[in-house]
């Protein structure tokens, strides 16, 4: 089956533990990105890539790193996380522009972070 | 950032009754989706549009391409409880190969 694979779903921590959201997916998709969901505010993005090793700045990359080593991964990494980055993230993938398909994302079932 | 404005924010509506939602931008689209969020899952693609006027449907769901390119709209037909949900559009503006942008999500409510 297609899809975005993210771990873990839930999860509480303290501030200044570092943690790492994982990624994948399975449908070779060239373009990945992250996303926070907070209420009133829908989906705002954090960071993006459009292949390997390719990686850049969304609306809100504060206090967040992101790699792509890999095509099917892309791992979320909060080096020190702050209870204002308590919110649901969501990953997606894409076809690259130009492609069929492009900009149709898949999305995975989300992570809830909530920092104490 | 650009910004595409959603609306209602929020619905509450009878079981039965039709639903309508639009989204409108500033600036020329030459994309428009539309997702729906099941609570406690990740959005879902209903509907994608890819040129003026084009009118597309899925079951009850209607989407329209808007003429001018600055706005889609979303009709659900006689609803049902298992509408609910957040609905939400989403857009790469004309002439851009950058990222899709996020309308805030409509709400919806059915009672049975």
């Known amino acids: 089956e297609a899809q975005v694979t993210q771990n873990p779903r839930y999860l509480i921590t303290v501030t200044g533990k570092k943690l790492t959201v994982t990624c994948s997916q399975n449908m070779n998709h060239e373009y990945m990105s992250w996303y926070r969901q907070d209420p009133g505010l829908g989906l705002r993005q954090i960071y993006y890539s459009m292949n390997v090793e390719v990686t850049d700045k969304g609306d809100v990359p504060e206090g967040y790193k992101v790699s792509r080593k890999e095509k099917r991964n892309f791992p979320l990494i909060l080096e020190s996380p702050s209870p204002n980055q308590t919110s649901l993230y969501f990953c997606?993938?894409?076809?690259?522009?130009?492609?069929?398909?492009?900009?149709?994302?898949?999305f995975g079932a989300g992570s809830r972070l909530t920092v104490l | 950032g650009q910004q595409l404005n959603q609306s209602p924010q929020s619905m509450f509506i009878q079981e039965g009754e039709d639903v309508s939602m639009n989204c409108t931008s500033s600036s020329i689209f030459n994309t428009w989706l539309w997702y729906k969020q099941d609570p406690g899952e990740g959005p879902v693609l209903l509907i994608a549009l890819y040129k003026a006027g084009e009118l597309t449907s899925n079951g009850r769901l209607t989407a329209q391409f808007g003429i001018t390119r600055k706005d889609s709209f979303l009709n659900i037909s006689a609803s049902i409880p298992s509408d609910v949900g957040i609905y939400f559009c989403a857009g790469r503006p004309g002439g851009s190969q950058g990222n899709l942008i996020f309308g805030k999500g409509t709400k919806l409510s059915v009672k049975p």
């Open positions: 997606a993938s894409s076809r690259k522009s130009g492609s069929s398909g492009a900009n149709v994302l898949t």
